[in-house]
């Protein structure tokens, strides 16, 4: 069975990331569901492809964030130091 981490129990992943070559047995591991014993059939490298794509992607979206609460905490400033007159007439105050 191949699987992805996250989708198994946290002692079969602590486990077989110490396991590194192929064909390796793993010590019988005591899980909720039951004993499980794993086999390393092969290693796959993560792809790092997409990776330069979503960093910048995700840098960006931190920039806009981060100057977004800027632009508010320099208004929020701005209106708490500013006083503000008005001198219309009383017929137009309504």
Same mark, same amino acid.
């Given at each position: 069975?191949?699987? $992805?981490?996250?989708?198994?129990? *946290?002692?079969?992943?602590?486990?077989?990331?110490? %396991?590194?070559? $192929?064909?390796?047995?793993?010590?019988?591991?005591?899980?909720?569901?039951?004993?499980? *014993?794993?086999? /390393? %059939?092969?290693?796959?490298?993560?792809?790092?492809?997409?990776?330069?794509?979503?960093?910048?992607?995700?840098?960006?979206? /931190?920039? *806009?964030?981060?100057?977004? %609460?800027?632009?508010?905490?320099?208004?929020?400033?701005?209106? $708490?130091?500013?006083?503000?007159?008005?001198? %219309?007439?009383?017929?137009?105050?309504?």
């Amino acid at each position: 069975m191949a699987f $992805a981490f996250g989708s198994v129990p *946290v002692p079969m992943e602590t486990r077989s990331i110490s %396991l590194s070559p $192929a064909g390796q047995l793993s010590a019988p591991i005591k899980a909720q569901q039951g004993y499980y *014993v794993v086999k /390393v %059939l092969e290693r796959v490298p993560p792809d790092m492809g997409g990776l330069a794509a979503e960093r910048e992607k995700i840098q960006k979206e /931190v920039l *806009v964030q981060k100057q977004s %609460l800027a632009w508010e905490s320099w208004i929020n400033g701005a209106r $708490a130091n500013s006083k503000i007159e008005t001198h %219309l007439p009383a017929s137009r105050r309504g």
